[in-house]
């Protein structure tokens, strides 16, 4: 769905499920910002649910990656009212979500220097012109 994420060669993925320590599965670099998609995982498929983002560019062009990278978005950030280690478990029960596969993806680093927030809006408006709506855990389109 995503032809751009063949121009980031450092990436990964993990399995979390509700019953899990986050911290613990989540293998996402703790120094470098980039963009992640989240796949739920259930009996009848899977299905694309969220797209997001750590890092920003500053106006002199360097990247202000967050402390503790991707990993800390991932773990720490919050959503749905509280750090994800949390909320995800607890939204995951709520909505009978089996697992989650969160890949993740490097958009700045030696090789490539795109902005994560760009590349996050570009992949979210990109779902949304395909299927009229955002990922159902996304708030907004930007």
Known sequence: MF???TLYSHWNHFFYKPDEVLSSVCNAPKDQSGIYIIYKLQKNGVE???IGS???LLANGKIKHREGGLFDRLV???QFGAARRNSWSRKMQQDKIAA???NW???YNDEVKHNPVDVE???RKKFFDLYGRLPVWNKRLG
């Open 3 to 5: 032809d751009e994420l």
């Open 48 to 50: 694309l649910i969220y």
């Open 54 to 56: 750590s890092g920003r």
């Open 76 to 78: 720490n950030g919050k």
């Open 100 to 102: 989650i596969d969160v």
């Open 105 to 107: 993806y490097v958009t």
């Open 121 to 123: 809006a570009i992949l």
